[in-house]
Antibody, heavy 121, light 106 residues
């Protein structure tokens, strides 16, 4: 059974650094082709793809957020960490992590429940 | 790659057939996925690779298209289908989503 769960602060002050952890089970990020991504959704708005890390440590970032994001993985702990620097109220959103299946279409087939992060002073 | 969905919202009755379209700003072959999201829940994968039905998804959902133009069709809409639908391209990073289509009860 594959599960993912996001964890991190619910409230962050502007200009601070946000650290989110995705803890997963049921698959390994050392398996060829597997990747884990982060997606966010501001209240009442659409999904926004943020970052992705592959089993071989390759990664991709959203161009609009690239300078503020860092994604890392700890294969032994089955965790993926997303760090976002210099947060702003516009970063208030539910943050999801999801597994990207190495299949035709490479879909995000399993998602965490999401964690709501509010940026406010 | 920009993904544009239409319409942004639509109303339908139970039993109707509905179609949602998604257009990519460049050729994404068949690397197009569809997700369903209900309020307060994480998105759920419905269709991958443009036309492949995810395991456990009812066959009233279907997808088609290739290149830049794609459609999601729901036949015989059921009450549990009233939700927001997103397309997502997985051809090349950044793996962008469409802006969503909200399916509402008429």
């Amino acid at each position: 059974q594959i599960t993912l769960k996001e964890s991190g602060p619910t409230l962050v002050k502007p200009t601070q650094t946000l650290t989110l952890t995705c803890t997963f089970s049921g698959f390994s990020l050392s398996t060829g082709g597997v990747s884990v991504g982060w997606i966010r959704q501001p209240p009442g708005k659409a999904l926004e793809w943020l970052a992705l890390i592959y089993w071989n440590d390759n990664y991709h970032y959203s161009p609009s957020l690239k300078s503020r994001l860092t994604i890392t993985k700890d294969t032994s702990k089955n965790q993926v960490v997303l760090i976002m620097t210099n947060v702003d109220p516009v970063d208030t959103a539910t943050y999801y992590c999801a597994r990207r299946r190495p299949d035709y279409g490479d879909p995000f087939d399993y998602w965490g429940q999401g964690t709501l992060v509010t940026v406010s002073s | 790659i920009q993904m544009t969905q239409s319409p942004s919202s639509l109303s339908a009755s139970v039993g109707d057939r509905v179609t949602i379209t998604c257009r990519a700003s460049q050729n994404i072959r068949s690397y197009l996925n569809w997700y369903q999201q209900t309020p307060g829940k994480a998105p759920k994968l419905l269709i991958y690779a443009a036309s492949s039905l995810q395991r456990g998804v009812p066959p009233r959902f279907s997808g088609s298209g290739a290149g830049t133009d794609f459609t999601l069709t729901i036949i015989n809409v059921q009450p549990e289908d009233f939700a927001t639908y997103y397309c997502q391209q997985s051809d090349s990073a950044p793996y962008t989503f469409g802006q969503g289509t909200k399916l509402e009860i008429k």
